[in-house]
Nanobody, 116 residues
Framework: QVQLVESGGGLVQAGGSLSVSCAAS????????MAWYRQAPGKQRELVAT???????NYADSVKGRFTISRDNAKNMVYLQMNNLKPEDTAVYYC??????????WGRGTQVTVSS
């Protein structure tokens, strides 16, 4: 069964922190690089951070130094720790494999709202 379930979003003031989590089915998670993406209202989905099965990470310039992606291969979980949040980080956050392809399954995402 294909499954991606994001959780942990919420409302936070600028400068605050949030951690979001993603539970992925083995068919998506297994040996695949994983990523967090986000989509703000009226904007296209953008890549936030990636992590390989071995733990190598990359970040979008806009979040570098503030966000940390991690994964637990034993639990098929991906995490995103977000610090020093800014209003422009407001978006629905999704996890998925990296890269993704047209027609790939997406979860419902988790809303992160940062107030100024």
């Amino acid at each position: 069964q294909v499954q991606l379930v994001e959780s942990g979003g919420g409302l936070v003031q600028a400068g605050g922190s949030l951690s979001v989590s993603c539970a992925a089915s083995g068919s998506i998670f297994s040996h695949n690089p994983m990523a967090w993406y986000r989509q703000a209202p009226g904007k296209q989905r953008e890549l936030v951070a990636t992590i390989t099965s071995g733990g190598n990470t990359n970040y979008a310039d806009s979040v570098k130094g503030r966000f940390t992606i991690s994964r637990d291969n034993a639990k098929n979980m991906v995490y995103l720790q977000m610090n020093n949040l800014k209003p422009e980080d407001t978006a629905v956050y999704y996890c998925n494999k990296f890269p993704y392809f047209a027609g790939d399954y997406w979860g419902r995402g988790t809303q992160v709202t940062v107030s100024s």
